[in-house]
């Protein structure tokens, strides 16, 4: 799945994105709508969705506080990467910084991506459980918390080949019977007891390292060499 340039994208979005029209106010409504259908559809495309920021910078007359958390709720998911950070950088100061509600909903997403970036998924459970707010704000992004989970797994699926269903609990932030379904329906894992068994991959087989050191007679005779001067 590519969030920067997904194939989902419709022709008209890339003629806007690579031409003129990425400068055009009246740009901004077709945009929204492909916001929209990217919320809806469960794909992103972050690449379209920096194209609308920009023109929110340069028509802020036409800016709109749920389209811009939206944007950020959306890059939050492509999680480990640059695209929240990216979207933020095309958000108005004034908007981070201010007393605004835009700014308290920008403050608390800026919470929970840090958290996914940073790995701490149980603490990132909890905090979307802390106040009503992260639900209006993840309201219009359809399955939101499955998305999470699936790309938390499949992160847990490249550094690991066992772990404890415990853990996963709190990472995925499910019951025991939750986690169970969830890795051997969804994920199609096995569970064995308490633990859960991941099938081998290019990313958690582990791989034997091969140390090569490469000694020619001119790097030995030097080393002769040197200790004869020494000792002499």
């Known amino acids: ?38 919320c809806e559809e469960r794909y992103c495309d972050c690449n379209a969705n920096r194209t609308l920021l920009k023109l929110y910078q340069l028509n802020p007359d036409r800016i709109k506080d749920e389209v811009i958390t939206n944007i950020l709720v959306k890059a939050m998911t492509q999680f480990p990467s640059s695209q929240f950070n990216q979207a933020m950088h095309l958000i108005n100061p004034s908007a981070q910084t201010s007393n605004s509600e835009l700014s308290e909903a920008v403050a608390k997403l800026r919470e929970l991506n840090n958290q996914l970036e940073g790995a701490q998924y149980a603490r990132f459970w909890a905090t979307l459980d802390s106040d009503d707010l992260y639900a209006d704000l993840t309201t219009d992004i359809s399955g939101f918390e499955e998305i999470i989970r699936l790309r938390i797994a499949q992160l847990v699926s490249q550094a690991f080949r066992e772990i404890q ?67 002499a």
Not at 18 to 30: K, M, Q, T
Not at 175 to 182: H, N
Request: negative net charge; proline residues 5%.
């Open 1 to 38: 799945m590519s969030g920067e340039d997904p194939q989902e994208r419709p022709d008209y979005i890339t003629s806007i994105i690579n031409g003129l029209e990425r400068y055009n106010p009246e740009a901004v409504g077709s945009l929204e709508g492909y916001l929209s259908q990217q």
């Open 165 to 231: 269903v415990g853990i996963l609990e709190q990472w995925l932030g499910m019951s025991d019977d939750g986690v169970r379904k969830f890795v051997t329906e969804t994920c199609g894992w096995k569970v064995d007891g308490a633990n859960v068994l991941i099938p081998k991959n290019p990313e958690n087989e582990a791989k034997k390292a091969e140390i090569r050191e490469d000694v020619n007679v001119d790097m030995f005779s030097r080393v002769v060499r040197r200790a004869w001067e020494e000792a």
